[in-house]
């Protein structure tokens, strides 16, 4: 049970830190693909959107290629003395890149049901576009916001496929759904329903909250 317990704290507490990771460039990525047109804008909406689609493990085949000792960004970060692979940053960084589309969406079209011209008479007082977006435009769409933000946590409670390629089942990078799979598998079947029970009551708690803050801004 104790096991339980503490796979279950790292795998939400991962998961916290993957949502605060993948905030600042998925609102940013959502307000640009909300209030801009240009040339390429499809392509940016695909690449975002490219992971719900992608076969999980072929999300963690990239990573592992761009994050590995012979991949670009892995290699610097390995001459800088920070390892990634198999750690809990490689955890981090498998549930915010599986998260981050459901939060786009989500804060996208929260986004587009602000009235542009509070942002229009804001910036007509003389506020800048930093200031615009973080006292006009952020308040005014913080349910979808929020909402985003809470299915991009509960994407990353749930990460499989990703996590375990860059991440592995090691004692210290074991998530919920990674010992799901490693109890069931050696066949420590009370210790897996434990599991469960912890995974579903936390994604039911987070979903059910987003689900009403979609439905209040849709009243």
């Given at each position: ?207 059910l909250a987003s689900n009403r803050l979609v439905a209040h801004r849709?009243?």
């Amino acid at each position: 049970m104790n096991d339980v317990l503490s796979v279950a704290l790292f795998t939400a507490g991962m998961a916290t830190v993957a949502t605060a990771v993948m905030l600042p460039p998925g609102l940013a990525v959502a307000w640009v693909l909300a209030r801009r047109r240009f040339p390429g804008h499809a392509v940016l909406e695909t690449l975002v959107s490219l992971p719900l689609v992608l076969p999980p493990v072929a999300t963690g085949l990239i990573l592992i290629t761009v994050l590995g000792r012979r991949g670009l960004l892995g290699g610097m970060l390995e001459r800088m003395g920070v390892e990634v692979m198999f750690t809990w940053r490689a955890v981090v960084v498998a549930m915010a890149v599986m998260g981050l589309p459901l939060l786009v969406r989500s804060a996208r079209a929260g986004f587009e049901q602000v009235d542009r011209r509070y942002e229009q008479i804001a910036a007509t007082l003389g506020a800048r576009p930093a200031r615009v977006f973080f006292t006009v435009s952020l308040p005014l769409a913080r349910r979808g916001v929020l909402a985003g933000a809470l299915l991009g946590f509960s994407r990353a409670l749930g990460e499989f496929g990703a996590t375990i390629m860059v991440a592995g089942a090691l004692p210290g990078t074991r998530t919920i759904a990674v010992a799901i799979y490693t109890y069931t598998e050696t066949g420590q079947d009370a210790a897996a329903a434990a599991m469960l029970a912890v995974s579903a009551a936390i994604a039911f708690g987070a979903l059910l909250a987003s689900n009403r803050l979609v439905a209040h801004r849709s009243a």
